[in-house]
Each structure stands twice: as C-alpha cells, then as structure tokens.
C-alpha cells in the first residue's frame, strides 16, 4: 500500500509564499507522473502543475511563472513552490502520483492521492 502525505500549507498574505512538500511512502519501486491539484469550495479539482520521473514540467496558465514544481526522486518527494500568492490561490491542494509498488506476489501500478492540505491566502 502506498500512503502519499502533503505538509507545508496554511495561511499567507497576498503576495507570500509557502512551499508544499508530499512523501510517498510504502513498497515503492518506482514513481512516475506526480503532481498537485487543487480544489476551491464550489469548484471542481483542478490540475496545478505536473513534473515527470525525468523531470519535464507542466503548468497551468494562472500559476506561471509564480508556481514552481520539483521533485527529489532518492525521498519520493514532490514539492510545490508557491510565490506571489493570490486570494484566488486559496484551495486544498492535493498531491497526486502515479506509482509502482509491490506486494509479495504482485508488482503494481496504481494513481494515488494525498490526504489533502489547506491553503489559504487572506489579508
């Protein structure tokens, strides 16, 4: 079983920073895609911004150039630099992988998700 584990959020001026972080953990052989999603009450789950095992980037237009993505593949670490904070930034992000594991008679690949954490951007 793999368990994925955001930390970082809570609340920032417009204009600040936070830097998000998400462990996987678990018997992991490998991680591909991750990424980071959020969701504003009322709104759907959005994708933010994505990184793959090679390291190729992709971000949505809202956050360019404010939101950098990266990854530390020895700690099966996401994390999400958050600059320029915006209110319209304020959501519960979501961390998200795609991942190769194991069990003892089985190797798997299965899409998981984070527990989510909160972000919230006010004067």
């Known amino acids: 079983q793999v368990q994925l584990v955001e930390s970082g959020g809570g609340l920032v001026q417009p204009g600040g920073s936070l830097r998000l972080s998400c462990a996987a953990s678990?018997?992991?052989?490998?991680?591909?895609?991750m990424g980071w999603y959020r969701q504003a009450p009322g709104k759907q789950r959005e994708l933010v911004a994505s990184i793959t095992s090679g390291g190729d980037t992709h971000y949505v237009d809202l956050v360019k150039g404010r939101f950098t993505i990266s990854r530390d593949n020895a700690k099966n670490t996401v994390y999400l630099q958050m600059n320029s904070l915006k209110p319209e930034d304020t959501a519960v992000y979501y961390c998200n992988a795609e991942v190769g594991h194991y069990t003892d008679y089985d190797l798997l690949e299965n899409e998981s998700w984070g527990q989510g954490i909160q972000v919230t951007v006010s004067s």
């Open positions: 678990g018997n992991i052989y490998n991680i591909y895609d």
